[in-house]
């Protein structure tokens, strides 16, 4: 075997690889589709009307840590490796600390609070992105922790439609990668 083409077989595999960490950790695109569209929705409610945001979230932030939750489940069951269990039992932790956080400490009533929940997200996928070796994931929740900061400190106004434009993208995104590993 020439030289060369061991190169070219080496990055090929190295690509298959970073691509099925890619899958597992996003539990194969449903993560993202989830989130995505609930985040979409939920901002774009906020902006429009807080109070309609607010009884959407009131319902869909516990009914979106549940499927979390199933998602991850099935994952575990299907993928028993240590770095899946490790990430099942992340997002288990994270999603519990959230809907206590959420639900009985300190509900996010105002816009800080959304801020903090939103900051917490990004430090799962900057954490996950590393954890995985998958440099687009860490960087993906880097820049959604500086976008956050950004709408929040600088353009409060913005803070719920560039949420809502967050979560379109991570719906189409997922999407884009459902249809890509199912086809």
Not at 4 to 32: H, V
Not at 155 to 171: C, E, I, N, R
């Amino acid at each position: 075997m020439k030289r060369e083409d061991a190169r070219t077989l080496l990055r090929s595999l190295e690509e298959t690889e970073g691509e099925a960490r890619l899958k597992l950790a996003l539990l194969g695109g449903w993560t993202l589709v989830l989130w995505g569209g609930l985040w979409a929705l939920g901002s774009f409610l906020l902006a429009w009307n807080e109070e309609a945001g607010g009884r959407f979230w009131t319902v869909a932030g516990p009914l979106g840590g549940l499927l979390s939750f199933y998602l991850g489940a099935r994952q575990g069951v299907s993928v028993k490796t240590f770095l899946g269990l490790q990430t099942f039992f992340f997002w288990v932790l994270l999603t519990l600390f959230a809907l206590l956080h959420w639900l009985f400490l300190l509900p996010p009533t105002d816009l800080r609070g959304e801020s903090f929940l939103v900051s917490l997200v990004a430090f799962a996928y900057a954490y996950l992105g590393t954890l995985w070796r998958i440099p687009g994931m860490a960087w993906a929740g880097l820049g959604l922790f500086a976008l956050d900061l950004l709408l929040y400190r600088a353009f409060p106004d913005l803070f719920h439609p560039g949420m809502g434009a967050v979560g379109l993208l991570a719906l189409v995104y997922g999407g884009v990668l459902l249809w890509r590993w199912t086809r």
